[in-house]
């Protein structure tokens, strides 16, 4: 599908089409109905992002290599989606990914639309802690709008979960599992997590901010050494780097799809179920009045995690659980 | 309490304690360490704000009236609170006093920031409704943050409420009620309304923009004829106006009153039924999926209305309760 491209994304999308000859300004000019100038800027644009394009004045434009970077016209070149990704707004360097979509949100964008940067300086995990988020990764906040109370909010972290467990092993052929409610991990480590926010009204959701952090193509040696039994990146993994384009539009994908389902929450938390690290294991609640050791058992309906302590089944929410003997809590 | 003064309301302040006599801008200028220029200034600020100040190039100044208007200065002045309202935010005109509060929460400000404007252009009730809030009414935004999960938000309305229906009971004599969950009546028509909207995670309260309307010095020609029935404002009930400012300084000092309580739910409950006009009503519940009537017979510990129906009581979260007999859900 290739609607609703700038002209910035014909003009790569082109370069794209015709890799094995030569395309002139004047054609491009044609085709797009910009001037010339126009057209030697967008190659401009696109050579200081990092695309190698080969220019001669006689015979016009050719493109030599991509650059894997995120941008937007990379991006949804082949992006099979409706809403998600429909419109990207991209930063080499930003802040907090969420942050800025959660002021995108408020100021009314649409449904579907994603925060994408190279690196965050500032990102964020759960209850305000530091997210490490260097070069190579994945940060991504999607907005979504679902017309539903707040108490289901929820929902959206099975969603974000069950679409990059499913996307990391299907792009890089390791066998990842969700610890709930919002951490992926390969093997008994870290690979990517989960942050929701949400703007709501007390009986109506206004939007609801996804950000989602994956450690792709770089080594452990971006983490403090004190992290590395607790953290991992797919790259140190497999030793092998994915294209991020591709995994950027997979999930996207998989968002989309599963997003589908959000008024059956049911569908979606049986296959969510099928990647579950947390179900079967001994966990260990921190609440503030009491510590409580147990199974944890299933998914209740309204996404708390159901617990058997001492033979009775009980319902807890939050991230407030861990996994016995490990110490999840912190990191990444 | 006289903390946290600018120089600005230092000047009102000192004019303030002088009105029996002239103050000259050399005296000004001393006391509080700046220019007779700024003096200049803030002096001519405050007669474009509505004071009437006498000056004599001899003698110097004096205040000879106030404006009733919301400046920060004004309502500060003999404001008794620690949080709520020591930080104002005046508007002459803004689109919604919860829109630019949510804004400021998010880029950090302050618990106890208040955003108050003379009249609201659009401004907004529940689940996207407009809101008339011409001159003459109260209308404000007020930003608290505690340590809740979202569940619990609902608790904002009640101290609102609670808040709003003393201070008009207090200042001019009627009998208000609360509407359950966020309106406030004198007889059976609507004076006040409350928005609370939040941005939260998953499990913790970011914080909460409690908006409030409430219908003081104004007529009812501000309505459409249509709503004559249905909304009424306190000027229209005592054919008197009250001091907005003595009423936003009152309403502030009960809100942070109550929100200390904010831990101790049953005690602002408590206090809350006395208002309670829902309570031993017939109400009808218009849910998607089935009208249902019943006796509303107390609140439960979670702010869910608790209505008998057929013998059996169910649980009511949002305004989807309406008294029947009533036509409650539109207007104001």
Redesign the interface.
Known sequence: MKKNLSRREKVLDLLYQNQDKYLSGEELSNKLGVSRTSIWKYINYLREAGYQIESSSKVGYRLITSADNLLPEEIKRNLNTEIIGQEIIYYKEIESTN?TA??LA?SGVDEGTVVIAEEQKRGKG??GREFCSPLGGIWLSCILRPDI???L??RA?YIASLAIVKTINKLSAVDAKIKW?NDILIGDKKVSGI??????????V?YLVVGMGINLNFSLDNFDESLHNKVTTIYHETGKKVSRVEFVQALLEEIERIYYKLNNFEEILEEWKAYSYTLGRIVKIDSKREEIIGEAIDIAEDGALLVKVDDKVRKF????VSLCHQGFNSGN
């Open positions: 942050d959660k002021r408020q759960r209850l109370k707040p108490t909010a929820t972290t409610p942050l929701t926010e949400m703007g709501a009204e007390l009986d109506r206004d929410y939050s991230g407030e």
